[in-house]
């Protein structure tokens, strides 16, 4: 009896527990990609689709890799973009160069293809609206922000923390040219974003996937923004400096250096009080004792006055004058105050301007022997002073050249033959 009662009760649990499973089934965990819904919107043509921080959405990189997965391509028409070249001057073709190249080594890495499409998308953002117009303002678009720029490595100090070998400079200078003469990087299209397969942004649910490089996945936006009529902008050639990048790129180390000297002769000028609405110092008076001469101004610069700005002391003091004569000493004790000058005060000259508007000369020069200048073309001819008496001169630095009045001397007998 009771061997059936134990049979009897297993055979109710067999039965049992199947149907409770069923019927009342435990709650499973969902995966965080599949819950994952992004909001999605599709920009009219009457609106400018906004530019968006870049912000990812809290996921691991394997629920990231495994939500970008089930989001397909686009099956619309993916056309190549049209060709770019660049038509500025070769200041700002050295600065739009180097700041591709920086934008596609630090995001893509020494990959050439790579590369290649991050290029790619830089001149598809330089062609559309909703961008900076520069080559230079779409990389670093956003870099003033410790986060939110849209080229992350300019605002997460990647340019402070791995320099590239100079192998991996000069290839990526090598694609710049290429992009910037009108290369075109195909598979990607008309794609204006793009982010590794690791990770999820925001802003993907509004712009269509249309193809995938290796580890990175390239967007162009959802409706007429994304087709090649809205790439319709005209774009600027005037590049700007950006000084992160001086460091690494010459054109760009040269220009902050420009504005810094900029700065600095700015400074100099207000402290000298020569800015405009000020006067002009009053030793910029014009001749008028001697050899009166209303055009020359003969000036004793400021203690203070650094070479470089001495341009901007006499093009102050000439203010408006078609004609101007500015010459200037540093020493005051050897300023004269007439005209004619005589050779000892040309010597000791520290700075000359000669304008003539009319005959189309603006000439200044330094006393490089009191200011030091890299363009030796900038030099004043150094006068030789001759300080001995005339009747030394004659005789002593002048010696064996004979006077027309003197006569000639005598030659020697010559001794008879024997």
Known sequence: MWLRAVLTATALVAVAVPALIVTH????????HKRLVLPRRVVPAAELPPVEPVEFVDLSPEDAKAFNAGVPFSTLP???ARPFRFAGSEEDRARALDCMAAGVLYEAGDDSEGERAVAQVVLNR???????????????????????????FSCDHALTR??????????????ATLALNGSVYRPVGYATHYHTDWVVPYWQ????????????LFFRWTGWWGTPPAFNRTVSSSEPV????????????TAVAMADADAALFEASAALGLLDGEPAPPEAAPVTGGAADPDSLLVTLPANALPGIYPLIATHACASRKVCKFSAWSDAAATPTSLPLSAEQVATMTFSYY??????????????????????RECMKQQVLLTA????RDTEVLGGVRRKTEPAPAPAPTPPAK
């Open 162 to 175: 791995w320099t590239p070998t100079g192998d991996a400079w000069r290839r990526a200078r090598d694609v």
């Open 242 to 253: 950006i000084a992160q990048l001086a460091p690494l790129s010459d054109a760009h180390k």
């Open 355 to 376: 304008r003539d508007r009319d005959a189309g000369i603006d000439k200044m020069l330094w006393n490089c022997a009191q200011a030091k200048r890299v363009d030796r």
């Open 389 to 392: 008496p005339p009747a030394a």
């Open 205 to 216: 649910a509004s712009l269509d996937k249309v193809v995938a490089v290796h580890s990175h």
């Open 78 to 80: 993916n056309p190549p």
């Open 126 to 152: 330089l062609r559309h609206p909703a961008f900076p117009k520069t080559v230079c303002g779409v990389i670093f678009e956003g870099e003033e922000r410790s986060t939110g720029c849209q080229f992350s």
């Open 25 to 32: 089934p435990p709650a499973m965990p969902v995966p965080a």
